[in-house]
């Protein structure tokens, strides 16, 4: 059982900056892969970006390539999401969520997630 809580929202100006932190219990925290999703009011759950369980390779949707970067620190046992050049679009709950068996962009996959964590871009 692995239980997840996001931090790190908020509002920002677009071009601004946050770092998520997706907190994890459960002593096997390393052996799951964990992603980042954000829904906007009507529309479906999206894939953001994910990790593996060492934290050597990452993956990324397109539209956040180049401004957002994941990253873990197993000892800690802490995912961050680094969001930089943020822009209106990017408003959105932002969830972190863990993957016992793959990794990767389908939402389906995973196991556990958290209860999210809004980000607000004004223009």
């Known amino acids: 059982q692995v239980q997840l809580v996001e931090s790190g929202g908020g509002l920002v100006q677009a071009g601004g900056s946050l770092r998520l932190s997706c907190a994890a219990s459960?002593?096997?925290?390393?052996?799951?892969?964990v992603g980042w999703f954000r829904q906007a009011p009507g529309k479906e759950r999206e894939f953001v970006a994910a990790?593996?369980?060492?934290?050597?390779?990452?993956y990324y949707s397109d539209s956040v390539k180049g401004r957002f970067t994941i990253s873990r620190d197993n000892a800690k046992n802490t995912v961050y999401l680094r969001l930089n050049s943020l822009k209106p679009e990017d408003t959105s709950v932002y969830y972190c969520?863990?993957?016992?068996?793959?990794?990767?962009?389908?939402?389906?996959?995973?196991?556990?997630w958290g209860q999210g964590t809004q980000v607000t871009v004004s223009s």
């Open positions: 459960g002593r096997t925290f390393s052996s799951y892969a």
């Open positions: 990790i593996r369980w060492g934290g050597s390779r990452t």
């Open positions: 969520a863990a993957d016992s068996s793959r990794w990767g962009s389908d939402k389906e996959s995973y196991d556990y």
